[in-house]
C-alpha cells in the first residue's frame, strides 16, 4: 500500500512559482498513474494535473494548462507540479492522488474517485 507524503507549496505573489513533491512509500509506485488535485472551503477537490505510469501521458485541467507541468521520476517514487505564472485563483490545499491502473501508458483519472490513496495536502497561497 502507497503512502504519499507531500511538500513545497506555501506563499507566493501572483506571477510566481512554486513546486510541489510527492513521494511515495511503498514498492509498488510505477503501478500507479498519479493525479494532482486542488481543494478549497466548501468546494469539492477538482482535477489539476494527472500523468500516466510510464510519464508519458500527461492531462491539465483547461484553468492551470499552458502554466503548470506534472512529471513523475519512478526511480525516487515521486511525482512533482511545477507551477508558473502563479495567479490568486490558484490558491487553494493542494493533494497528489494514487490510481492503481495496469494501464502503463494510457488513462488519466479526473475524478476524485478514480483514485485510491492520497497526500495530505499543502496550502498554496497565492497574493495579488
Known amino acids: 500500500q502507497e503512502q504519499l507524503g507531500q511538500s513545497g507549496g506555501g506563499l507566493a505573489q501572483a506571477g510566481g512559482s512554486l513546486r510541489l513533491s510527492c513521494e511515495a512509500s511503498?514498492?509498488?509506485?510505477?503501478?500507479?498513474?498519479m493525479g494532482w488535485f486542488r481543494q478549497v472551503p466548501e468546494k469539492e477537490r477538482e482535477f489539476v494535473a494527472g500523468?500516466?505510469?510510464?510519464?508519458?501521458?500527461?492531462k491539465y485541467a483547461d484553468s492551470v494548462k499552458g502554466r503548470f507541468t506534472i512529471s513523475r521520476d519512478n526511480a525516487k517514487n515521486s511525482v512533482y507540479l511545477q507551477m508558473n505564472s502563479l495567479k490568486p485563483e490558484d490558491t487553494a490545499v493542494y493533494y497528489c492522488?494514487?490510481?492503481?491502473?495496469?494501464?502503463?501508458?494510457?488513462?488519466?483519472?479526473?475524478?476524485?474517485?478514480?483514485?485510491?490513496?492520497w497526500g495530505q495536502g499543502t496550502q498554496v497561497t497565492v497574493s495579488s
Open positions: 492522488g494514487a490510481k492503481f491502473t495496469t494501464d502503463y501508458g494510457g488513462s488519466i483519472g479526473v475524478s476524485e474517485g478514480d483514485y485510491l490513496h
Open positions: 511503498g514498492r509498488t509506485f510505477s503501478w500507479y498513474g
Open positions: 500523468i500516466s505510469r510510464g510519464g508519458g501521458n500527461t
